[in-house]
T-cell receptor, first 116, second 113 residues
Framework: GAVVSQHPSRVICKSGTSVKIECRSL??????MFWYRQFPKQSLMLMAT?????????EQGVEKDKFLINHASLTLSTLTVTSAHPEDSSFYIC????????????FGQGTRLTVV | QQQVKQSPQSLIVQKGGIPIINCAYE??????FPWYQQFPGKGPALLIA?????SEKKEGRFTISFNKSAKQFSLHIMDSQPGDSATYFC????????????FGTGTLLAVQP
C-alpha cells in the first residue's frame, strides 16, 4: 500500500514553545490529509482536514490558532502546536488519501508529543 | 449520528480461536467501512474495508460481515495468532470530497499462545 511518513516520531518540548510535525506521502500525491489526536487507550479523534492549497477545516472544539495546519504541496502537510502546554501531550497521527472520491486512508506512524 | 459504537472494549482468545469485533452506526450516509489494526506506539494500518453493496468480504484470515438493515458490521479473525494481538478500530466514512473517517472506540485483542 501507499506509504505515509511522519516526522518526528517522538518529541519533547518545553511549555510555551512551538513544535512542528511533518506528514509526507512518499509514493503518491495526497490531495487530502487528516490530522488526528489519540490519548492513551482511546480512539482517534479527528482534529482537522487539510486540502492542498487551501485552508484546513477544523473539527468542533479544536483551536485553529493553536494547531496550525499547512498543506503546501501534494506530498507534505505540517501540524504546528503553538505555545504548547502539558495538556497538549498526546499521540498525533496523520493520514492521507490518494484522490478525491476515494476513502482509503493511509496513516503515518504517529508522533508522540510530550510537553514538559 | 456521527458516532460509531464498537464492542467489546477488550477480548482475550486462545490461539486458533475466532475473535469477533462488532460495530454499529447511525448515519445512513456512511458508505465505506474499514477496519484498522494498531500496535502500541504505531499508526493504524488498514486491514480490510467494505462498502454497503456487499454483505461479506474476505481477505486472508480477516472477514468483514455487513448488515445494512441493522447498520452493523463486524470483523472476524480466523485462526488467530499471538501476532494478531493489537488494538482494532472500525471506522465509517462518506466518500466524495471529504473522505472523513469516524472511528470506533477500539478493541484491545489479546491472543494467548
Amino acid at each position: 500500500g501507499a506509504v505515509v511518513s511522519q516526522h518526528p516520531s517522538r518529541v519533547i518540548c518545553k511549555s510555551g514553545t512551538s513544535v512542528k510535525i511533518e506528514c509526507r506521502s512518499l509514493d503518491f500525491q495526497a490531495t487530502t490529509m487528516f490530522w488526528y489526536r489519540q490519548f492513551p487507550k482511546q480512539s482517534l479523534m479527528l482534529m482537522a482536514t487539510s486540502n492542498e492549497g487551501s485552508k484546513a477545516t477544523y473539527e468542533q472544539g479544536v483551536e485553529k490558532d493553536k494547531f496550525l495546519i499547512n498543506h503546501a504541496s501534494l506530498t507534505l502537510s505540517t501540524l504546528t502546536v503553538t505555545s504548547a502546554h502539558p495538556e497538549d501531550s498526546s499521540f498525533y497521527i496523520c493520514s492521507a488519501t490518494q484522490a478525491r472520491g476515494l476513502t482509503e486512508a493511509f496513516f503515518g506512524q504517529g508522533t508522540r508529543l510530550t510537553v514538559v | 449520528q456521527q458516532q460509531v459504537k464498537q464492542s467489546p472494549q477488550s477480548l482475550i482468545v486462545q490461539k486458533g480461536g475466532i475473535p469477533i469485533i462488532n460495530c454499529a452506526y447511525e448515519n445512513t450516509a456512511f458508505d465505506y467501512f474499514p477496519w484498522y489494526q494498531q500496535f502500541p506506539g504505531k499508526g493504524p494500518a488498514l486491514l480490510i474495508a467494505i462498502r454497503p453493496d456487499v454483505s461479506e468480504k474476505k481477505e486472508g484470515r480477516f472477514t468483514i460481515s455487513f448488515n445494512k438493515s441493522a447498520k452493523q458490521f463486524s470483523l472476524h479473525i480466523m485462526d488467530s495468532q499471538p501476532g494478531d494481538s493489537a488494538t482494532y478500530f472500525c471506522a465509517a466514512g462518506v466518500g466524495g470530497a471529504t473522505n472523513k473517517l469516524i472511528f470506533g472506540t477500539g478493541t484491545l485483542l489479546a491472543v494467548q499462545p
